[in-house]
């Protein structure tokens, strides 16, 4: 820095007595030929000195508060456990005490978590877990921070509060609000039931109902429609001293769509809490099944194994056939024509070539597993969409290989690992090809080596659709999934969305909106939206909107395209009917579509159920703090406000630090100094044009 400093001097030096010494018409006065010189200079100087580019380093020191977090119980339970307005103002006062010492931050929780929130105590879920987890968010750069949480202690959703903040490591300090005296109280628990059923079926409701401080209680339960007409007679239950009752209904739907019903329990003369004595649920009831038509070449253990994954759904209904018995179809075409869709297993063969269904088979959506008794060459000429060209008699061990481009339907993570880990599937030694536009959901693995062969592909949305799964065996699968879950879950729900896929060989309409029909309070509603042009071609980048509305609110959105479909995130919607709609534009071109949305209240919090002040209790002992109890008045405990207090600002461990911070500066990037140069230039200019030297 120096030596550039020397150099600056010199050269300006040097080139300021040049010009103002050696200039022999020069009829300046000395005075301003001094003067000039040293703008002269000053300028030269400051060229020179910007051309080393020089940084100036800077040193700042700041004292620095440790956090302190107030997270609040925002969950309409806490409007029974504490008077909402004394709360407040508590709180208020407690920041004005820590104010000096910390530098605090506010958190809103519930079934979700905000910062610097307002005293709203409408959620309808507690979850610790997202208020911990926006703390380590917020603290990820200070590691002297203390919590105070405020709440009755009732959590119903999330992670568990003492796991979820195991990875916070800060001092946590409770403060109990509440009641925590249990009066005698019948309750409706758990309903289980269907989300879907059929019209002329009845479904199954299993309900449980539990009692508190109430062993010899005898309650009516009753159901009837969201309109109030009774459905079933009433069941009168009797405890006898036991927790719980069950009871289990098989209701038959009368209309079809989106059906809601109400269940009702008498209260007790002297209950206390009465919000839970009611709770909706609602089913989805639909016209028709899907009928699925599996078509085999002769007896097999994969035909089996689809048709109980099919059985353990109501929506399908299945028939196997073998190809055999298919006169009875040629006398009968229109009993071809009544199924959604038809799996060929080891058809076409040489044995059953399928001339004569061909025409009927062309207008149908088709799964085909292939087998050892599959023509290639037959197969080959029924446009499934894969072409298979044999090197020999050879068939390989392929392993299942995920193929991450897939985005026909979702895949979660949990499934797509044990989809991998299934037995590998026979397929034939073969050269592979496939139509373009279509999909892979699986590639072949050959000794652990992925390769680019298929070995579950789906063909692209036309007039028909298919699916080829080049391999036989799958009934090695579902024992695999029942050895490894104890339940064959995960390879039914791959066998239904491939299924579903299938089913709907052409777009329902060029805006396809997929929003479920039941949704709760306490989740998230994401929506998705598919988007085709009026060639049913898929389009990915076009403006699309959502609106929701309800009889006393309306709620609008934007869809946000993500790879070749649209998203959007709505947020946790209040208990009520809606009626959504949504339209996109395409060029010329406006498409809508609309349906309806029912969001219910799984009633997990009520403003009369008791505190749990245990759980703030192991919370501050486990995590070096202390709990208080603050009750529900100004009365109750008056000095656990003033000890919480002195509690925190007595912590030794929680001290404001200095730290320092070292920033380099550029002079180039400062304005000022071209400012100072043009200014020197100028004045130089003018002055010697002003007296005739120029």
Same mark, same amino acid.
């Given at each position: 820095?120096?030596?550039?400093?020397?150099?600056?001097?010199?050269?300006?030096?040097?080139?300021?007595?040049?010009?103002?010494?050696?200039?022999?018409?020069?009829?300046?006065?000395?005075?301003?030929?001094?003067?000039?010189?040293g703008?002269?200079?000053?300028?030269?100087?400051?060229?020179?000195?910007?051309?080393?580019?020089?940084?100036?380093k800077?040193?700042?020191?700041?004292?620095?508060?440790?956090?302190?977090?107030? #997270?609040?119980?925002?969950?309409?339970?806490?409007?029974?456990?504490?008077?909402?307005?004394?709360?407040?103002?508590?709180?208020?006062e407690?920041?004005?005490?820590?104010?000096?010492?910390f530098?605090?931050?506010?958190?809103?929780?519930?079934?979700?978590a905000?910062?610097?929130?307002?005293?709203?105590?409408?959620?309808?879920?507690?979850?610790?877990?997202?208020?911990?987890?926006?703390?380590?968010?917020?603290?990820?750069?200070?590691?002297?921070?203390?919590?105070?949480?405020?709440?009755?202690?009732?959590?119903?959703?999330?992670?568990?509060? #003492?796991?979820?903040?195991?990875?916070?490591?800060?001092?946590?300090?409770? #403060?109990?609000?509440?009641d925590?005296?249990?009066?005698?109280?019948?309750?409706?628990?758990?309903?289980?039931?269907n @989300?879907?059923?059929?019209?002329?079926?009845?479904?199954?409701? $299993?309900?449980?109902?539990?009692?508190?401080?109430?062993?010899h209680? #005898?309650?009516?339960?009753?159901?009837?429609?969201?309109?109030?007409?009774?459905?079933?007679?009433?069941?009168?239950?009797?405890?006898?001293?036991?927790?719980?009752?069950?009871?289990?209904?098989?209701?038959?739907?009368?209309?079809?769509?989106l059906?809601?019903?109400?269940?009702?329990?008498?209260?007790?003369p002297d209950?206390?809490?009465?919000?839970?004595?009611?709770?909706?649920?609602?089913?989805?009831?639909?016209?028709?099944?899907l009928?699925?038509? @599996? @078509?085999?070449?002769?007896? $097999?253990?994969?035909?089996?194994?689809?048709?109980?994954?099919?059985?353990?759904?109501?929506?399908?209904?299945?028939?196997?056939?073998?190809?055999?018995?298919?006169?009875?179809?040629?006398?009968?075409?229109?009993?071809?024509?009544?199924?959604? @869709?038809?799996?060929?297993?080891?058809?076409?063969?040489?044995?059953?070539?399928?001339?004569?269904?061909?025409?009927?088979?062309?207008?149908?959506?088709?799964?085909?597993?292939?087998?050892?008794?599959?023509?290639w060459?037959?197969?080959?000429?029924?446009?499934?969409?894969?072409?298979?060209?044999?090197?020999?008699?050879r068939?390989?061990?392929?392993?299942?290989?995920?193929?991450?481009?897939?985005?026909?339907?979702?895949?979660?993570?949990?499934?797509?690992?044990?989809?991998?880990?299934?037995?590998?599937?026979?397929?034939?030694?073969?050269?592979?090809?496939?139509?373009?536009?279509?999909?892979?959901?699986?590639?072949?693995?050959?000794?652990?080596?992925p390769?680019a062969?298929?070995?579950?592909?789906?063909?692209?949305?036309?007039?028909?659709?298919?699916?080829?799964?080049?391999?036989?065996?799958?009934?090695?699968?579902?024992?695999?999934n029942?050895?490894?879950?104890?339940?064959?879950?995960?390879?039914?729900?791959?066998?239904?969305?491939?299924?579903?896929?299938?089913?709907?060989?052409?777009?329902?309409?060029?805006?396809?909106? $997929?929003?479920?029909?039941?949704?709760?309070?306490?989740?998230?509603?994401?929506?998705?939206?598919?988007?085709?042009?009026?060639?049913?071609?898929?389009?990915?980048?076009?403006?699309?909107?959502?609106?929701?509305?309800?009889?006393?609110a309306?709620?609008?959105?934007?869809?946000?395209?993500?790879?070749?479909?649209?998203?959007?995130?709505?947020?946790?919607?209040?208990?009520?009917?809606?009626?959504?709609?949504?339209?996109?534009?395409?060029?010329?071109?406006?498409? $809508?579509?609309?349906?309806?949305?029912?969001?219910?209240?799984?009633?997990?919090?009520?403003?009369?159920?008791?505190?749990?002040?245990?759980l703030?209790?192991?919370?501050?002992?486990?995590?070096?703090?202390?709990?208080?109890?603050?009750?529900?008045?100004?009365?109750?405990?008056?000095?656990?406000?003033?000890?919480?207090?002195?509690?925190?600002?007595?912590?030794?461990?929680?001290?404001?630090?200095?730290?320092?911070?070292?920033?380099?500066?550029s002079?180039?990037?400062?304005?000022?100094?071209?400012?100072?140069?043009?200014?020197?230039?100028?004045?130089e200019?003018?002055?010697?044009?002003?007296?005739?030297?120029?």
């Amino acid at each position: 820095m120096l030596l550039s400093i020397l150099i600056s001097c010199t050269v300006a030096a040097l080139y300021a007595m040049l010009l103002y010494t050696r200039n022999k018409r020069d009829e300046l006065a000395k005075g301003w030929r001094l003067v000039l010189a040293g703008l002269r200079f000053g300028f030269v100087f400051f060229i020179c000195l910007l051309f080393f580019f020089p940084l100036v380093k800077i040193k700042r020191e700041r004292i620095e508060k440790p956090r302190c977090f107030l #997270v609040i119980d925002q969950s309409s339970s806490m409007r029974g456990a504490a008077d909402t307005a004394l709360l407040e103002r508590n709180i208020r006062e407690l920041s004005e005490k820590l104010s000096p010492k910390f530098e605090l931050k506010t958190v809103g929780m519930a079934q979700d978590a905000v910062l610097n929130p307002g005293f709203s105590f409408n959620g309808t879920a507690t979850d610790y877990s997202r208020a911990f987890n926006l703390i380590q968010q917020q603290n990820a750069d200070n590691d002297l921070a203390a919590v105070v949480l405020f709440s009755d202690g009732n959590n119903n959703s999330g992670q568990e509060p #003492v796991s979820a903040y195991r990875s916070l490591a800060l001092p946590l300090y409770t #403060v109990g609000l509440g009641d925590t005296n249990l009066y005698p109280d019948i309750f409706i628990g758990q309903v289980l039931t269907n @989300l879907y059923a059929y019209k002329g079926n009845r479904f199954p409701v $299993h309900i449980r109902i539990g009692q508190h401080r109430a062993p010899h209680a #005898v309650a009516k339960l009753s159901l009837r429609t969201a309109d109030g007409m009774q459905v079933l007679k009433d069941t009168v239950l009797s405890f006898n001293g036991q927790k719980e009752q069950s009871v289990a209904w098989n209701i038959e739907p009368q209309d079809s769509g989106l059906c809601r019903y109400v269940l009702m329990l008498d209260p007790l003369p002297d209950e206390y809490d009465r919000q839970n004595n009611r709770r909706t649920f609602a089913v989805r009831v639909l016209e028709n099944r899907l009928k699925i038509l @599996l @078509l085999a070449h002769a007896p $097999h253990p994969d035909l089996s194994c689809l048709r109980q994954s099919l059985q353990t759904q109501e929506k399908y209904q299945t028939e196997v056939v073998l190809a055999k018995d298919l006169a009875d179809f040629l006398k009968n075409p229109a009993r071809l024509e009544a199924y959604d @869709l038809v799996v060929l297993h080891g058809l076409p063969s040489n044995r059953y070539p399928l001339h004569e269904f061909k025409p009927l088979l062309e207008k149908k959506n088709l799964f085909y597993l292939l087998s050892a008794s599959t023509s290639w060459q037959l197969l080959n000429g029924m446009d499934a969409g894969i072409t298979v060209q044999p090197r020999g008699e050879r068939w390989n061990e392929a392993q299942a290989h995920f193929n991450p481009g897939f985005s026909l339907f979702n895949v979660s993570a949990q499934d797509q690992t044990l989809w991998e880990k299934f037995p590998p599937l026979q397929t034939p030694f073969a050269l592979f090809s496939s139509l373009p536009g279509g999909q892979s959901l699986f590639t072949q693995s050959i000794l652990q080596v992925p390769t680019a062969d298929p070995l579950l592909w789906i063909s692209p949305p036309g007039n028909q659709r298919t699916a080829v799964c080049c391999g036989t065996q799958l009934w090695k699968w579902r024992l695999a999934n029942f050895q490894e879950k104890d339940n064959t879950e995960s390879f039914d729900l791959l066998i239904d969305k491939c299924l579903q896929l299938l089913c709907q060989a052409k777009p329902e309409s060029n805006l396809n909106v $997929h929003c479920p029909a039941t949704w709760r309070t306490t989740e998230r509603l994401t929506v998705k939206a598919y988007l085709y042009n009026a060639s049913f071609e898929k389009v990915e980048n076009a403006p699309v909107h959502f609106t929701l509305n309800r009889k006393d609110a309306e709620y609008a959105f934007d869809f946000v395209p993500e790879n070749d479909h649209y998203t959007l995130d709505a947020g946790f919607l209040p208990e009520g009917e809606y009626r959504y709609s949504a339209q996109a534009t395409v060029g010329d071109e406006t498409y $809508h579509t609309q349906g309806y949305l029912s969001v219910s209240d799984p009633q997990l919090e009520n403003p009369r159920q008791p505190a749990d002040h245990a759980l703030l209790r192991n919370l501050a002992l486990t995590y070096q703090g202390e709990f208080f109890q603050a009750g529900k008045t100004a009365q109750e405990n008056a000095t656990a406000w003033k000890d919480l207090a002195q509690a925190l600002l007595q912590r030794q461990d929680l001290k404001p630090q200095i730290r320092t911070e070292e920033t380099y500066l550029s002079p180039l990037n400062r304005t000022w100094i071209l400012m100072v140069l043009l200014a020197f230039l100028g004045f130089e200019y003018f002055a010697r044009k002003r007296f005739g030297n120029l």
